[in-house]
């Protein structure tokens, strides 16, 4: 049956009118439908996969830890949500956390204690934040060019100051927000994680902001006519990167406890793959934090299971590439087919 339904007048002999639903199918229908159901489904078939593959999978205390392997990665993935949505990206999210974690060993070597260290590793992520901002959204300039300069140069600091050497001997209060528990086997990292994840889902679909968002993203154009301050949103997006960031920093800093001018290497293709996967659209203009979450669960699954398999870690490299790679490519695919049928 046809979605398209025809209308006349029969006093007046006027033609009759086609009138278009402004959305096809049942609310139920587009919910099982949407990207996010779908994603959903593949996290709970990875978590029975992976329940059977290793015994110690379902563990309280394992499954904790696994989350270690995705919360830090996605306070960066619901900023860079954002960014991309709006049409932009920073690639430079991981040197952030490499600069900002220098900045905080450099500063405990000095005698500084725990607040001292984390305002410190906050603030170099605003200022790196900044610092992209200002490129892209007042100079304006391709913001894929800058962040692959600006990562070279983040992560360049790092290594001159460093060298082969590493920073230690962080104050033992230090190690709460990496290493700390708020109750039972909810990790400090989880809890913030999740506070995240709500602070961004509301911004993101509930704010005139996040509305701004999404009309930036689908016509910017259209966006500056509409008198929306394009500029300065961008310049608000690249700086709560950069925060984001610095927040990473100090938590992984933390977890790990030691800096080295290697830390977080290659995370900005985990944390652009979690937030393309999420279903958050690579061209802008589409995508939410639900999706953003759900990716965040299933990376960290997938990887947590390779682990106790005892695969690789090259080879969970290689799954990121393609994860990344399939995630862009089966929409515009199945795009394409669609228009071939049509």
Not at 84 to 99: K, T, W
Not at 108 to 124: E, F, M, N, R, S
Request: aromatic share 10%; proline share 4%.
């Amino acid at each position: 049956m046809s979605d398209i339904t025809a209308h006349s007048n029969p006093t007046s002999g006027t033609p009759a009118k086609r009138v278009i639903p402004d959305r096809l199918g049942t609310p139920f229908s587009r919910i099982l439908s949407s990207w996010e159901v779908l994603l959903f489904g593949v996290a709970v078939l990875i978590f029975i996969f992976n329940s059977f593959a290793s015994p110690y999978f379902l563990n309280a205390y394992n499954l904790s830890d696994a989350t270690f392997n995705f919360t830090e990665k996605a306070m960066i993935a619901f900023a860079m949500a954002l960014l991309v949505i709006a049409g932009e990206i920073d690639l430079s999210v991981a040197a952030i956390i490499s600069l900002a974690s220098t900045a905080m060993g450099a500063a405990a070597q000095a005698g500084i204690d725990t607040p001292g260290l984390v305002a410190i590793g906050i603030l170099v992520g605003l200022v790196c934040g900044a610092f992209n901002g200002v490129l892209v959204a007042v100079l304006r300039l391709p913001s894929i060019v800058v962040t692959i300069g600006t990562m070279s140069l983040f992560r360049g600091i790092s290594y001159i100051v460093l060298g082969d050497q590493a920073y230690g001997k962080y104050p033992e209060s230090f190690a709460y927000f990496g290493q700390g528990y708020v109750a039972w086997v909810f990790s400090f990292e989880f809890a913030l994680f999740v506070a995240l994840a709500i602070v961004f889902g509301i911004v993101l679909h509930k704010t005139n902001f996040g509305r701004q968002i999404f009309v930036i993203g689908n016509n910017e154009f259209a966006a500056r006519f509409s008198g929306i301050p394009v500029e300065r949103i961008k310049f608000t997006l690249f700086l709560l990167t950069g925060l984001m960031s610095g927040i990473a920093a100090v938590c992984l800093t933390s977890r790990l406890g030691s800096t080295r001018p290697s830390i977080a290497q290659g995370w900005e293709l985990e944390v652009v793959t979690m937030v393309v996967l999420g279903g958050v659209s690579i061209l802008g203009g589409a995508g939410t934090i639900v999706g953003v979450v759900i990716a965040a669960f299933v990376m960290g699954l997938v990887t947590f299971g390779l682990g106790l398999l005892n695969v690789p870690g090259i080879v969970m490299s290689i799954f990121v590439g393609l994860l990344l790679i399939l995630t862009i490519a089966v929409p515009i695919v199945a795009r394409r087919l669609k228009g071939i049928r049509k």
